[in-house]
Nanobody, 123 residues
Framework: QVQLVESGGGLVQAGGSLRLSCAAS????????MGWFRQAPGKEREFVAA????????YYGDSVKGRFTIARDNAKNTVHLQMNSLKPEDTAVYYC????????????????WGQGTQVTVSS
């Protein structure tokens, strides 16, 4: 089993930035696609970003495109999500995900996911 642990969430004012991190352990994850989805209370789950295992191909949800950047450090088994120009509607619990393909991440059907980290953006 692969374990994913998110960190870096917190409270930030609109227009500010946060950097989320996800550390993977417990399995062979070097060639896994990884990414993020989010869910706010009363809202449906939403795809945020995905990155192919080499780090050369990335995908973003329409609502965050141009503001968020995903990257990975395979030597440290870690993926990062740099979030800039944050808006109140970005408030949600952010979950790290991992699977064999970026498609699985984008469709939110990934085999593994973490416990989540809270991001709150105040207006």
């Amino acid at each position: 089993q692969v374990q994913l642990v998110e960190s870096g969430g917190g409270l930030v004012q609109a227009g500010g930035s946060l950097r989320l991190s996800c550390a993977a352990s417990g399995g062979t994850t070097i060639d896994y696609a990884m990414g993020w989805f989010r869910q706010a209370p009363g809202k449906e789950r939403e795809f945020v970003a995905a990155i192919q295992w080499t780090g050369t191909i990335t995908y973003y949800g329409d609502s965050v495109k141009g503001r968020f950047t995903i990257a990975r450090d395979n030597a440290k088994n870690t993926v990062h999500l740099q979030m800039n120009s944050l808006k109140p509607e970005d408030t949600a619990v952010y979950y790290c995900a991992a699977d064999a393909t970026t498609t699985a991440i984008a469709r939110m059907t990934s085999r593994y996911w973490g416990q989540g980290t809270q991001v709150t953006v105040s207006s």
